[in-house]
């Protein structure tokens, strides 16, 4: 069996609100399973492997992104064919906005993405900050945490991750979250996002797989532990 491999990008810069926690569920999911898996940590001036199965980018803060805004523009392409080809990929929060066309921030003006996501994000001066709570046709009901300035449109036809049932998600109007493109998820909530919602996670899991061109059958796990986080978060103010 060859190893999955998780690209993380970014770690030093976009991990934060516990979004390393998305590594640690989606590495002990495959580790309960028996299958074989690797990270790459990949930061600024380093290539994307060609031998990406899934990549990850979590949130950081405005500074940080504009670093990171100006060298993910030098590996736009290489994302935009692996997530055209079937690659897994998660965007939390400032990594999601910056995988869409640009994020004005408040203190940096224009950061550019690649342009992968339909969206649009501009700083507004009230953070969206809390719980959150998300109705997924594809996933049922998902759990997080958000804290963002930005506010996300989208800019042409997409697949909203899912409708807020609390919190704000995209922005403070629509009451849409996230977006769904292919293989690849982006979305708002942190908290962090995998561990506790694991149909998302096992659905990353699976899609890498066949990126690697394996066949390899997920078997259920029990998510006792899953379950009782879920229904705790989700009565919380
Ligand atoms: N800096 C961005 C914003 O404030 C993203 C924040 C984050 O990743 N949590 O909207």
């Not at 950081?60 to 993910?72: A, T």
């Not at 919190?167 to 629509?174: L, R």
């Not at 061109?213 to 919380?236: F, H």
Request: aromatic share 8%.
């Amino acid at each position: 069996m060859k190893p999955i491999k998780i690209v993380h990008l970014y770690p030093e810069r976009m991990s934060i609100y516990g979004d390393y926690g998305n590594i640690i569920a989606l590495r002990q999911r495959m580790d309960w399973r028996g299958i074989k898996n690797s990270v790459e940590n990949i930061e600024v001036g380093s290539k994307i492997p060609v031998d990406a199965d899934l990549i990850f980018i979590g949130g950081g803060q405005d500074k940080g992104q504009v670093i990171v805004s100006e060298d993910l523009a030098l590996k736009a392409e290489p994302i935009k064919q692996f997530v055209e080809s079937g690659g897994a990929l998660l965007a939390v929060c400032g990594g999601y906005q910056l995988l869409g066309e640009y994020f004005i921030s408040n203190d940096y003006g224009q950061l550019k993405g690649i342009g992968l996501f339909n969206v649009v994000s501009k700083a507004t001066n009230d953070r969206m900050i809390g719980n959150i709570v998300v109705q997924s046709d594809r996933f049922g009901r998902l759990i997080g945490f958000e804290n963002h300035s930005g506010s996300t449109e989208y800019i042409g036809p997409a697949q909203p991750l899912g409708r807020v049932l609390k919190g704000f998600g995209n922005n403070p109007t629509d009451k849409l979250e996230g977006i769904i493109y292919k293989n690849a998820i982006g979305t708002y909530l942190h908290g962090s996002f995998l561990p506790k919602n694991p149909k998302v996670c096992d659905w990353l899991i699976a899609k890498a797989i066949a990126k690697s061109g394996q066949s390899i059958k997920l078997k259920p796990l029990s998510d006792s532990l899953e379950k009782r986080a879920r229904s705790s978060s989700i009565g919380r103010p």
